[in-house]
């Protein structure tokens, strides 16, 4: 079967995806009185469950994040070895291995799928809650929109909440402004890349000039605007906090990301989209650079940062919108809205937990998604909260387990009350006496990304 006809087979397979197989129940390598139990669906993926002795009647569907489809049932070891210690029965699936790891065209069949099997091994649960991270935040998300009558609430870690086509376009604008700035005698791919090599080359070459870029004053200002047009925030791990104002502390740190490969990940990323949407679901063309970086939280930082450099700010952002001629594929945007987007109504009550520093999925992407939901009519039944902390998806298990109790509480209860501001579930997570925690009272700035909703965008078609 061609790669793409696999990759766009729509969710009417629902029906068939049931388990072909369930193995034995075996014991628990870290809880030796749980039940664990896996299969196999009709697409090849594969999903597992375990199940504690003393089960509490709560199922945790668990969607995990972009990387090879295997199947996982929890966020990790540790707060798997908690939730399974407090009685919560845990399952999840791999989706479909026979794709790009960017598995959308199959994860939310393949997580309904699972549901299915597992409710045949061990009956139905009293509550069923969705979880999700990362990319997964994103299957979580849709899961949370389609999912009433199968999932009674979902609750989503550092999520991709904002869809694979605002991803790809806001990291484009990034890779755009490194490789006109920095590279400009060169014709540098940067989009439809043919392997998975071609994906890494642009990578290492792009690092390569933003390492290069970050000995002078002017190549730190450009620095500055490329991490601006990626969202990428000024703090990093294992240092402190810039002060508000430290532009060039600031710029350093957000280098720092950079140096420690963020840009391997993005063209990694970008080639598995790709492949799973069929094409270039990203564009430049039409985009005002000055216009973008003008709405960006970011913006002053690099002002200042070009003045102290003698560069001409301008000057920059015009050749940016003049070069931009990047056009998408109308077909891979299409089907990108259709796999790998949550924009957005909510079917059940959805928790969002993100760190405040995140290199991959920046916490701005939950101000685009609120604004969706809330568009939708569905704002109440969403909450979000923040930890100060640096990286992705950085949370302690406390920080895990607090927030699925406040989850649960919502749903028991059918209403939010006090249970997901940040006191309230400070207060529960360091109650848990674990590992600590760091919820704070939070609120992301504006998506730095310039396009419409890219549900409904009017996209510049490629050339033919």
Not at 235 to 243: E, F, H, L, S, V
Not at 337 to 358: E, F, I, K, N, W
Not at 384 to 403: K, S
Request: glycine fraction near 10%; charge should be negative.
């Amino acid at each position: 079967m061609p790669a793409r006809t696999r990759l766009v087979r729509t969710t009417a397979a629902l029906a068939t995806a049931v388990a072909l197989s369930v193995t034995a129940p075996v014991a628990h390598a870290d809880a030796p009185d749980t039940r664990h139990l896996t299969g196999t669906l009709a697409d090849g993926a594969t999903w597992i469950a375990d199940v504690p002795a003393h089960w509490n009647g709560t199922l945790l569907l668990f969607s995990h994040g972009f990387g090879p489809t295997v199947a996982r049932d929890a966020p990790s070891d540790a707060s798997r070895t908690e939730l399974l210690s407090e009685g919560y029965a845990l399952a999840g699936s791999s989706y479909d291995p026979n794709g790009s790891m960017w598995a959308l065209a199959s994860a939310e069949r393949d997580q309904f799928g699972a549901l299915d099997a597992v409710q045949k091994s061990i009956g139905k649960p009293r509550r069923t809650l969705s979880v999700g991270q990362s990319m997964g935040g994103l299957v979580n998300a849709r899961i949370a929109r389609d999912g009433a009558g199968r999932v009674d609430g979902a609750l989503g870690f550092c999520g991709l909440v904002a869809g694979g086509t605002d991803l790809d376009n806001y990291q484009l604008d990034a890779e755009h402004a490194i490789a006109r700035l920095l590279l400009p005698a060169e014709d540098l791919k940067l989009v439809n890349f043919a392997s998975q090599a071609e994906a890494s080359a642009t990578a290492d070459r792009l690092t390569a000039a933003v390492t290069t870029a970050q000995n002078t004053p002017q190549g730190r200002a450009r620095v500055a605007l490329a991490a601006a047009f990626l969202n990428l925030p000024a703090w990093a791990p294992g240092q402190d906090k810039p002060a508000d104002g430290d532009w060039a502390a600031q710029e350093e740190q957000q280098y720092a990301w950079f140096a420690q490969g963020v840009l391997s990940f993005i063209e990694g990323g970008r080639y598995a989209v790709e492949q799973s949407v069929g094409g270039n679901n990203s564009w430049n063309r039409g985009i005002d650079y000055g216009r973008l970086l003008a709405g960006s939280a970011h913006a002053p930082q690099v002002r200042a940062l070009y003045a102290a450099a003698g560069l001409d700010l301008h000057a920059d952002l015009r050749a940016l919108t003049r070069s931009a001629d990047i056009a998408a594929d109308p077909a891979a945007v299409r089907e990108a809205a259709r796999t790998s987007s949550a924009g957005q109504g909510l079917g059940v009550p959805l928790l969002d937990v993100h760190t405040t520093s995140d290199n991959l999925v920046p916490v701005e992407q939950e101000d685009r998604f609120a604004d969706r939901v809330r568009a939708s009519g569905d704002g109440a039944l969403l909450r979000q909260a923040y930890v100060e902390r640096q990286g992705h998806c950085a949370f302690t298990t406390a920080e895990t387990v607090a927030a699925v109790h406040a989850l649960e509480r919502r749903v028991a209860t059918g209403h939010w009350g006090d249970a997901a501001t940040p006191a309230a579930l400070q207060k529960a997570a360091l109650g848990l006496g674990l590992d600590g925690a760091a919820y704070v009272p939070y609120r992301p700035s504006e998506l730095t990304v310039g396009r419409e909703n890219a549900l409904h965008a009017r996209v510049p078609a490629t050339d033919q």
